[in-house]
């Protein structure tokens, strides 16, 4: 059996943490013996090298028996062969290996630069095509084949070489390559040639470009026009570029023809979609900043803006904060029929959904194009349609949109036409009734001093929203002005009767103020008794209370006792009953005497701050009369004494 291994009683970590680099450097450091370098050989005689030679040639031999399929041996083997002067054997070497691996790029290479070294050029070319037969697709082989033929001054077989790889049709630098061979002898025309091929081969805007700028360094500027506008052609309108004819305006700046540059970016800003025409439009912008006028320069960014806003458009329909900045940016920059065309296109864009959420931008549309043709066209009766045309679209089932119909009776008021004003707000009464519509209707009616018109949409208005308190308190307000103060008691009688008002308070609170200001005290006072009989709120007494100020100070004075005694006894919030005692108290400090100031000072609570359970402090009040009614309250308030004398 084997040992029992003990328990690792401490898993900590040690104190001092050694890792493997302070290992190997003290293993290093530790090293006392030094292994001393291999015995040089020295050969002296022939019968000692033909004996080195077979044991190194067997060593390989065996290297190449336990792994054939590795080049790195036959490669390593034929240039020992090639180190002891033995062509012939190297050779055979680099031919065995060929037959194990033919596919293999650096056999060959090295196979090559053996024959080139020892200036066999017969045979290097042998290997060359032999390679660039069996790996048409290496391109280490064709540059070497090329190079080592302009090396020997042989131009016309490295032409010849040259012209076997372009039949292949390889990458662009192995055009480049023979075109820049061709211009180091100055065959400008067969360099020519090949460019002709080359973008015949590589049909990409920047090798049409090359074969320009190779015309134009030579002086051929017809040439090079004519290559930029056969690439032009060659694209067609479907596939052009950028690129192409940002270098074809170059060109022509270069040669200081403006106009024509001019009209290459115009005619590729109406072919090139929008999106990918930012470039051109930045070099545009650049071109006409440098030879333009401002005319022209403005011209050039109000397009650009243009094409951008209708991309966006197009792109989303109902985007109507994009329609809004292309119908601003074309009002300022087109006639009139451009103008209406375009917000004609924008209408067209109804919402897709019946949500009124949707709509809000949407109808201002037909407002900017209303007052467009109002303010701006001057055509009245166009403006007159626009609006006729909105309110038909909105569905007004669902929901409308008050601002148009009063918008489309403003017009009629300017054009001093009140029947048809009428017509519009009562229609949109019928229709789609809204508290705005009824608040301006009357707002015009009143400012027309038409009472009795007044009087009748109060009357519709309450009808459709009797809970809306201040459409009561303006139709008081009206009768008041008007002096029958009869008339405006009964609208208070009946809006304060209402089993549903959204401001009750407002509609007391102004009811109340409208018998005070007739002076009929007795019935402000009644109003407050009926208010009280619905509502106990302190703000009520309150106002009461100073109501009653202003008569007697007793009354006063009775008010509060009532309020204090009634919150107290029905068990109300501390803070209204602070409020009852700390008012009554600036009332007597205002008119009391020193005993009644005395009476109520004794009254006022005193105020100390508690601890909640969860931690939280807040403040409370402890009034006299729950001292008495409490006896511990006294002994809470000793321990408090204590704990401020310890302090």
């Not at 540059?143 to 490295?158: C, Q, R, S, V, W």
């Not at 506008?229 to 004819?245: I, K, N, P, S």
């Not at 090139?272 to 470039?279: D, L, M, N, R």
């Not at 959420?357 to 701006?376: P, S």
Request: hydrophobic letters at 40%; a neutral charge; aromatic letters at 12%.
């Amino acid at each position: 059996m084997p040992p029992k291994m003990g328990k690792v009683k401490n898993k900590a970590p040690a104190d001092m943490q050694v890792t493997a680099e302070q290992l190997l450097r003290e293993a290093k450091e530790r090293q006392l013996e030094l292994v001393p370098p291999p015995p040089k050989q020295k050969i002296s005689d022939p019968e000692e090298l033909a004996e080195y030679r077979l044991r190194k040639r067997k060593a390989f031999e065996d290297n190449l028996r336990k792994n054939r399929a590795l080049i790195t041996n036959w490669i390593q083997y034929a240039q020992w062969e090639d180190s002891q002067q033995e062509l012939e054997r190297a050779r055979s070497v680099f031919e065995r290996g060929l037959d194990i691996n033919h596919r293999n790029v650096t056999i060959w290479l090295k196979y090559a630069e053996m024959e080139m070294k020892r200036k066999q050029i017969q045979h290097a070319r042998n290997i060359w095509d032999r390679a660039v037969t069996i790996m048409p697709r290496a391109n280490q082989f064709w540059y070497k084949y090329t190079y080592m033929e302009e090396m020997l001054g042989n131009i016309a077989g490295a032409r010849q070489v040259f012209e076997r790889w372009t039949q292949w049709e390889p990458d662009e630098q192995a055009w480049f390559s023979y075109i820049k061979m061709e211009l180091r002898y100055k065959e400008e025309a067969r360099a020519r040639q090949i460019y002709e091929r080359f973008v015949m081969v590589h049909p990409d805007v920047k090798n049409w470009v090359r074969y320009a700028r190779f015309e134009l360094q030579h002086g051929n500027v017809t040439s090079s026009r004519s290559v930029f506008e056969r690439a032009v052609d060659f694209f067609g309108d479907d596939h052009l570029e950028t690129q192409l004819f940002v270098a074809f305006s170059r060109f022509e700046e270069q040669q200081k023809e403006y106009d024509r540059a001019r009209v290459i970016y115009k005619y590729a800003l109406d072919r090139i979609p929008k999106h990918e025409a930012q470039e051109l439009f930045d070099q545009y912008s650049r071109f006409e900043k440098r030879f333009g006028n401002r005319h022209g320069v403005e011209t050039v960014v109000v397009s650009k803006r243009r094409f951008q806003y209708e991309e966006e458009v197009k792109a989303n329909p109902c985007n109507y904060d994009a329609w809004f900045d292309l119908l601003r940016l074309t009002e300022e920059d087109s006639n009139v029929d451009t103008v209406r065309d375009t917000y004609e296109r924008a209408i067209a864009n109804i919402p897709p959904s019946v949500e009124k959420r949707h709509w809000r931008r949407y109808v201002y549309l037909w407002i900017f194009y209303a007052m467009y043709e109002e303010l701006i066209a001057g055509d009245v009766d166009r403006a007159r349609q626009v609006y006729k045309a909105c309110l038909e679209v909105i569905p007004h089932q669902k929901f409308t949109f008050a601002k148009m119909w009063i918008m489309a009776a403003e017009l009629e008021i300017r054009q001093t036409d009140l029947p048809a004003a009428r017509r519009i707000l009562g229609n949109a009464l019928g229709r789609c009734a809204k508290d705005k519509l009824f608040h301006h209707y009357i707002e015009l009616e009143l400012q027309l001093r038409e009472f009795d018109r007044c009087r009748t949409l109060f009357s519709k208005f309450l009808e459709y929203n009797a809970a809306n308190c201040t459409t009561w308190i303006r139709f008081a307000e009206m009768e008041t002005l008007l002096g029958d103060v009869s008339r405006a008691r009964g609208i208070y009688e009946l809006g304060i009767e209402q089993q549903l008002l959204d401001m009750p308070e407002v509609l007391w609170k102004s009811y109340i103020d409208f018998e005070v200001a007739q002076e009929e005290a007795d019935n402000a006072r009644q109003l407050y008794a009926r208010l009280l009989e619905r509502t106990q709120h302190v703000k009520v007494w309150l106002a009461l209370a100073k109501f009653e100020a202003r008569q007697s100070a007793e009354e006063a004075r009775e008010v509060y006792r009532r309020a204090e005694k009634l919150l107290r006894t029905q068990g109300a919030d501390v803070e209204e009953r602070v409020m009852i005692l700390e008012a009554w108290n600036e009332f007597e400090q205002e008119v009391g005497d020193d005993e009644s100031k005395a009476a109520i000072a004794k009254r006022i609570p005193k105020r100390i701050k508690k601890r909640r359970d969860n931690g939280d402090e807040y403040f409370d009040y402890i009034f006299p009369e729950d001292k008495e009614s409490n006896p511990n309250l006294k002994l809470l308030q000793m321990a408090h004494m204590w704990k401020l004398n310890q302090e």
